[in-house]
């Protein structure tokens, strides 16, 4: 680890720069955090957008369950510290989620 202070990337907005310079630590890591969840949130929404507008529907998948549209994609959850995969689709304004399996910390 190095002794001197990280250097921004060029693609933050220095306003956001000067906020978290004035974090502590522990906030910094709340923030991470939120930061990702928000990213993979905001992923996922877009990739289920993106498949409810296709028009062709893949083959269904052999592990899919009978009660999970073929439309559904496989995100990540972390819960108390621990992933696992969930089937997740669009049913109007909502997304469900169907549990799937433990994340396989080997992949």
């Not at 306003?15 to 990213?39: C, F, G, I, K, Q």
């Not at 993979?40 to 498949?51: D, F, P, T």
Request: hydrophobic share 25%; proline share 9%; net charge negative.
């Amino acid at each position: 680890m190095s002794y001197e202070p990280p250097a921004p990337s060029a693609e933050l907005p220095t306003d956001v720069v000067d906020t978290l310079n004035d974090y502590s630590p522990e906030l910094l890591r709340h923030v991470a955090r939120y930061a990702e969840e928000l990213a993979e949130y905001r992923e996922r929404e877009a990739r289920l957008a993106e498949a409810e507008d296709e028009d062709e529907i893949d083959e269904r998948p052999d592990d899919l369950p009978d009660d999970v549209p073929s439309k559904a994609t496989v995100t990540i959850k972390e819960i108390n510290d621990n992933r696992y995969y969930y089937w997740q689709w669009r049913e109007g304004d909502r997304v469900k989620s169907k549990y799937k399996s433990p994340v396989n910390p080997d992949e």
